[in-house]
Every structure is written in C-alpha cells, then in structure tokens.
C-alpha cells in the first residue's frame, strides 16, 4: 500500500518537473529568437563600422550561447529528468530537505532549483553517503554535517516512470546490469546515474593534485576523466577556463571518441591533442618547419626510459655551469660588483630557471649594483660602466638550436659507449620521434626559455600506459605549475618495450608524498562475464600477476569461435556481420595489423574511418584502444599474428576486452596459444 502510495506520488512529482521544464522550454526559445536576432542587427552595425557595436556584439553572443546550454539542458531534462533523490536534515540549520538530482540542473523562474546538478557538492551524498550520520565537501568551505534518512534511485524512460528502489544496493546493481545490458548508445547516456563510489571520489578529488588512475579495462577510466573536468568546470569555474585544460591521447581515434562525450557533459572549448602534437607544440617557434616527428627507431626504447633523460639534465648542467663561468665580478674603479658565492647561492634557490633566465637575472643585479655605485659619480661614467657590462653574461648571442645541443649529447653518449647512430642521423635531418621531441623541450626548458608558459593548468593524459617514464618527467619539469590526470592499464600497454608496464617510477616522478594519489578501478562493467573470462585467460600472461579484473555480474553469450577454409573466410565475415547488425548499433572487426584491416575492408567494401561511429569499424588492434563496441568480431587470432610473448599477450587482451556484449573469433588456422596454455 506504502509502495503504491509513494508511485503515485513520485508520479505527480515528476509531472510537475515536466511541466517546469516545457515552460522554461518556451521561455528560452523565445529569448534565443529575440537573441540571434539582436546578434544579427550588431554583426550589420560592425561591418558598417558603427561606435561600439564590435564589443556589443561579442557581449551579446555570449548572452546567446548560455541561452543556447540552457536551453539544451531543459530539452536533454525533459529526456530523463533526474534520476535519483535524497533526503535529509543538514545539522547546521536544523532544516529538513528533499533534492531531486539530474544529469542537468533545472531552475524554476531562473533562481528556485528544481533539480540539482549531479556535479553539485550536495549530489555527492546520492553517489556515497549511506543512511544515517553523514557529510559533505563544499569546496572552499567546511564540510556540512547531515542526517540521510532516504536514498531513492528512480527508473526513468523517457517523461514516464518505471519504478525506484530504496537505498537497496541489489536494486541498484539491478539497475546498473539494465543501463550496461543496453547497447553503447543508451549505455552512455546513462553513466551519471550509475556513477560507482570508487569512480565518484576520483571524480570530486579536489584539482590541486596529481593523481595516477589504474583502471582495468572497462572500469571507465575514460568516462570518469571525462566527468572530472566537467564537475571541476562547475564547482571551480572561477579558477579555471576550460581553455586551460588539455586531454592528451595517443590517437586521433582516441580523442574524436572522447571529443564526441564532452557537449553531454557541458564541456566546451577544452583542447585535445595526440601527445606527438602536444610536444611540439610545447616547443613553440623552437620546433621548425622543416622538422616532423616520426615512428620511433631501435633506440626508442633506451630514450623511453628515466636513465637517459637524466643522463640528458647531467649533461645540461655541465653545459650550463661551463658557460656561465660563474666567479667574482670586480671593476677597476667600482671595486666588487657581484661576488661568485651571490651568484651561485641565486642559481642554487632557482633551479627552475633557464640559462638564459639566469643570464638575464644577473645582468638585472648587475646593472643595479652599479647604478648603487655609481650614486655620486658623475652620469657619464655611470653609463659608460652600464655599457661595459651589459653583455658580461652572453650566452642568448650563441646560435644554439635545441636540436644542437640534443646533437651535443648524442655525441657525448656516443664516446661514451652508447651508441645513438641512428638517432643522430635523423636529427640531422630534422627528424624526431617522440622522446627526441620530449628530450628537446627539456633543452628548451633548461637553456633557451626566456618566460614560463602558464597556458595551462590542468593535463588530462588518457591510455597513459602509451608513453615512457622520460616524457612524464619532461612534461613535469616543464609544466611545473599544472595538475596531472593520469589515466592507463599497465595490462594494455601495446608499445612493450617503450610504454609503462608499472606505475612504480611515473609515481616516484609525479606524486608528492602526502598530497597526490594513486587509485585503482578494479570493476570492469564494460564486457559481459563470458567475455571478461576470456580475456583473463590472456590477462594472466599479459600482466604477469598483475590487476585482475572484477567484472560486474552480467551475463550474455558464450565467446563464438568460427573456422573455415580460406576460400570461404570472407563470405562468412560478411554473412556474420549481417546478423550482428540486426542487433546492434556498433560492430568492429578487429584486426592484428594494418595489413589485415585493408583486406577486411575490401572484403566490406568499407572505406578508412578517421573517427569513431556508429555502423561497422574495422581497425587494427592498435586504434581500438580506450574504444568499446556492442559486438568484436577478432580476425584471425592465430599463432602467427599473435605470438606466446607478453607484448602479443598485450594486444590480444585490449581486443578481446573491446566487446559490451558479444565476441566473435573467426579464422583459418588453430588459434593463438597465447589462448590456451601459459607462457614458458
């Protein structure tokens, strides 16, 4: 009777949102009319060159484009208008509440909040708190002191309401099971309200910190780095721009399928690179025209690692004190200007400074200790003492090249017995792979800057398995002031001998004892228990003991393995396809190389895609990483593409674990042994 009682209450409840929502609709919708005609009218008055209409009409585009986000929040509320509810007694006021939370917030009559903003310091409670004596976090303030007494998730399809469980952990797992069993498409619109507690406090983690995240393949790292920025856009929108942002990725296929996911979380204007873009682009006019970076060479593994980069700052150093031969400054008539044990006692507190920041310091003293001198000669003299000095540190006069000095200590490593031949050759020809790029902003960074970049502030490194211990420590060193994201699966580390296949160096870098974290996302909720079984008899090889994962208790189809001649292998790809498509809304053919993904290709009569989408992908092993799709049909998974070694192990792992629902095995020969027994 209870039950049935609080049905319908919920239900005039959610009528009344409803009505709320059409009305603030209507109202917003007339108000971008009235809007764009006004941006119209001052785009007309700038051309013509009227008074102040230029800055009247970015004034106004701005009003346009919050009525535009507001307006597509109410229409995406009146979608799915809230999801969960909690009510409680905040303890400072002595007040009882009631907060309906949604993945967008809703205003009555702009100030009366109806729904509330998942990324609200109050909606961490829903996410958890358990009933009873409790808190949260206000950022910048004390924590408010609470008494949950109902914790309610509700079942919404579309404005009707399906049913709601009652701070029943079964019910919510039930819950999760259904949003996860749905395809992609669904399954994404609804990661807000099954936010796990795991997830939602590397979400609400204040910004001032680094943080590393291992997260097992499907435990959503991705989606939780993504929410991150959203929620600290909401609650710290004053001390940061979403400009100051950067997600870094290892391909253009990656960051699309990221890019695609920000507008839903009201993200905007937050930059998106590949990590061979973003360290030239650190480089700034250092980085020449002619120059371009290219696939790392047989000694890419050994500049991966931190030994060379600090052999490379030893090096610096030697290069630094030998030009600025530091030692006493004393002039015949001034008598002692700068004495050396100044000097060093200056360079030693200001580690961060360039050579030429150096330079440009002392000669900024020295140009002061004269004129202090200088006080009762005459101002002739004072010049010409001036002039004497002013280039006594002259090193900025060189004509160095950061790929010079980089060449420099090639050379010297060379002598001493470590031989980057072939480095040095495609130096020479202005050609860089990734760690020489990151090796050249370390030159850049210790010689040659004159100002630090303060362009951004917080670094979003997804797939961070990708890149080697030397390019953290170089974006560390050269970003000093940023706050690092870092999201990976050591297990999913493709590039074996160059990427990270632990996180105990990368912690020793980036973490601060006492203020960073590391945290582990053990739950995978992508793949169904059949698939997640699969992949870990290939997980035991690829991580050799390493994070196992947890799947989510959801069940599905077995793992299909097909065999056939192969005469027969394309009609049975396309015949398979078909039946997947009548099921499913993305389907990807998953390939060792890229030599297989073109013969698959033509077999579909599919073109090359450069981004993710809906229909049928076919992509090598190596693009699919941080991707997920209803059904993976894995080609030719045999003993000759996938060879019984840890990298091969690697591989197969990220393309098994890339299936929500179904996994296809279809070949010709007998499958990889990487399959069955453990390697030797």
């Known amino acids: 009777m209870k039950k049935n009682q609080d049905m319908l209450s919920e239900r005039q409840h959610l009528l009344s949102c409803l009505e709320i929502i059409q009305k603030n609709i209507r109202e917003y919708e007339e108000k971008e009319k009235a809007s764009k005609k006004e941006v119209t009218q001052l785009f007309q008055a700038v051309k013509k060159g009227e008074g102040d209409s230029f800055g009247l009409l970015e004034a106004e585009k701005n009003i346009l484009e919050h009525i535009q986000n ?60 358990e009933l009873g004596e409790g808190s949260y ?40 099971v259904k949003y996860l069993s749905q395809h992609k498409e669904a399954v994404l619109g609804d990661i807000i309200a099954t936010i796990q507690k795991e997830q939602n406090e590397i979400i609400r983690t204040t910004p001032y910190k680094n943080m590393i995240v291992q997260g097992v393949a499907g435990s959503g790292k991705t989606t939780v780095a993504l929410h991150r920025i959203s929620y600290i856009l909401y609650n710290y929108g004053e001390v940061y721009k979403p400009s100051e942002f950067c997600i870094i990725g290892s391909s253009d296929m990656l960051l699309n399928y990221i890019s695609s996911g ?17 360290l030239p682009y650190l480089l700034e006019k250092s980085w020449k025209k002619k120059y371009k970076i290219v696939e790392g060479n047989q000694d890419a593994q050994g500049k991966s690692r931190l030994e060379f980069i600090s052999a490379l700052e030893d090096f610096l150093k030697a290069w630094i004190d030998r030009y600025l031969q530091l030692k006493d400054i004393r002039d015949k008539d001034l008598g002692l200007i700068l004495s050396e044990d100044n000097m060093q006692d200056t360079k030693m507190r200001n580690p961060e400074l360039s050579l030429f920041q150096l330079e440009k310091l002392f000669h900024q003293r020295i140009r002061k200790r004269i004129q202090f001198l200088c006080t009762e000669r005459e101002e002739s003299f004072c010049r010409e003492k001036l002039q004497e000095y002013k280039n006594w540190f002259c090193s900025s006069k060189n004509k160095w090249t950061e ?59 997804d797939e961070a398995q990708d890149f080697g211990e030397s390019v953290y420590y170089v974006l560390k060193q050269v970003l000093p002031k940023c706050y690092f994201t870092i999201m990976g699966d050591v297990s999913q580390n493709i590039r074996y001998e160059t990427g990270l296949n632990n996180w105990e160096i990368l912690k020793k870098i980036l973490l601060r004892e006492g203020k ?60 398979l396809i078909s039946k997947i498509q009548k099921r499913f809304e993305t389907i990807a053919v998953i ?90």
């Not at 169904?528 to 290939?538: C, D, H, K, L, N």
Request: one cysteine or more; proline letters at 2%; hydrophobic letters at 35%.
């Open 403 to 461: 790929a010079g000095v980089y060449l420099s200590f090639l050379e010297e490593r060379k002598v001493l017995g470590n031989s980057y031949e072939d480095t040095i050759i495609r130096v020479g020809k202005g050609e860089f792979d990734l760690y020489d790029a990151a090796a050249l902003c370390l030159i850049r960074k210790r010689i040659f800057l004159k100002k630090e970049t303060d362009e951004f502030s917080q670094i979003i490194l």
């Open 137 to 176: 976090e206000v950022p910048g303030s004390e924590p408010v002191e609470i008494s949950l007494f109902k914790k309610r998730t509700y079942d919404l399809q579309g404005e009707k309401l399906q049913g709601f469980y009652d701070n029943d952990t079964a019910a919510n797992d039930d819950l999760l």
């Open 591 to 680: 390939c060792r190389d890229e030599r297989d993904t073109e013969e698959v290709r033509r077999i579909l009569g599919i073109e090359k895609q450069e981004g993710f989408c809906n229909g049928i992908m076919v992509l090598p092993v190596a693009l699919t990483k941080g991707l997920e799709f209803d059904a993976v049909v894995l080609w030719q998974p045999d003993k000759e593409r996938y060879g019984e070694n840890i990298k091969e192990a690697k591989l197969l792992y990220v393309a098994i674990t890339r299936a929500l629902h179904e996994l296809y095995l279809l070949g010709e020969h007998e499958l990889t042994g990487l399959l069955n027994e453990k390697i030797k």
């Open 516 to 575: 960073d974290s590391f945290y582990l996302l053990a739950k995978s909720y992508r793949n169904t228990i059949e698939i997640s079984e699969y992949a870990g008899r290939v997980l035991e090889k690829a991580s050799l003991g390493g994070y196992k994962i947890q799947p989510v208790i959801r069940h599905g189809s077995p793992v299909c393995v097909k065999r056939g001649e192969k005469e027969h292998l394309a009609e049975q790809l396309t015949t």
């Open 70 to 129: 507001s307006l597509r929040k109410n229409r995406a509320a009146l979608k799915k208008a809230y999801f969960g509810r909690i009510d409680y007694e905040d303890k400072s006021y002595g007040v009882t509440e009631s907060r309906y939370i949604g993945k967008n917030g809703v205003t009555r009559n702009s100030n009366e909040v109806v729904i509330v903003d998942w990324r609200a310091p109050v909606s961490s409670v829903y996410y958890e708190n």
């Open 262 to 278: 920000l507008p839903e979380l009201d993200v905007n204007h937050v930059r998106q690179m590949r990590m061979d873009m973003f």
